[in-house]
T-cell receptor
Framework: AQTVTQSQPEMSVQEAETVTLSCTYD???????LFWYKQPPSRQMILVIR??????QNATENRFSVNFQKAAKSFSLKISDSQLGDTAMYFC???????????FGKGTRLSVIA | DGGITQSPKYLFRKEGQNVTLSCEQN?????MYWYRQDPGQGLRLIYY???????QKGDIAEGYSVSREKKESFPLTVTSAQKNPTAFYLC????????????FGQGTRLTVV
């Protein structure tokens, strides 16, 4: 079974600072995709960033970037220049080519403090 | 605008009643999913469907049922057999499995009264 673990239930960061959210996963597959989703207080799930396992280059989207370590099965999210609007639950998710839906971690609640 | 719509936003159910949560998408997506979200539990998969007239149980299917008679619709029924139905329910869709982004509805908060 594929599992996703987020070891930090809650985190906080000062506005304009940088924060890193951790995610590890367990799989025997070689081809898969990893995602970070954001769920703000509105509870609307929003895709933040995605990473293809076959790509060595880490994905980036503006202030959001990942550190993908395939051998270590680690997929952390770095948020630079944190903004108040970044306050949300962040979920790490995984899917592989075995025709199964996304598997989610339990989430990290991030609070950005002014 | 294309998107995925869940209704109602809030739903109250008496114990022993069945209730149906609606999920409609106009994205022409093949795959649709239902997840349950509880505090500290993340998103857990209830049911999913890859194509019309086909669906599969997820990790926590007991006490739930679904249908997929139309491509754009994937309603979820919470039956009286579900012992703890109070939760936030999210519907999602994607073009297909594996490499495509899942789009989510705004969710339904179900409360048993």
């Amino acid at each position: 079974a594929q599992t996703v673990t987020q070891s930090q239930p809650e985190m906080s960061v000062q506005e304009a600072e940088t924060v890193t959210l951790s995610c590890t996963y367990d799989t025997s597959e070689s081809n898969y995709y990893l995602f970070w989703y954001k769920q703000p207080p509105s509870r609307q799930m929003i895709l933040v960033i995605r990473q293809e396992a076959y790509k060595q280059q880490n994905a980036t989207e503006n202030r959001f970037s990942v550190n993908f370590q395939k051998a270590a099965k680690s997929f952390s999210l770095k948020i630079s220049d944190s903004q108040l609007g970044d306050t949300a639950m962040y979920f790490c998710a995984f899917v592989y080519s075995g025709n199964t839906p996304l598997v989610f971690g339990k989430g990290t609640r991030l609070s950005v403090i002014a | 605008d294309g998107g995925i719509t869940q209704s109602p936003k809030y739903l109250f159910r008496k114990e022993g009643q069945n209730v149906t949560l609606s999920c409609e998408q106009n994205l022409n997506h093949d795959a649709m999913y239902w997840y349950r979200q509880d505090p500290g539990q993340g998103l857990r998969l209830i049911y999913y469907s890859q194509i019309v007239n086909d669906f599969q149980k997820g990790d926590i299917a007991e006490g739930y049922s679904v249908s997929r008679e139309k491509k754009e619709s994937f309603p979820l029924t919470v039956t009286s057999a579900q012992k703890n139905p109070t939760a936030f329910y999210l519907c999602a869709s994607s073009m297909g499995f594996y490499d495509t982004e899942a789009f989510f509805g705004q969710g339904t908060r179900l409360t048993v009264v």
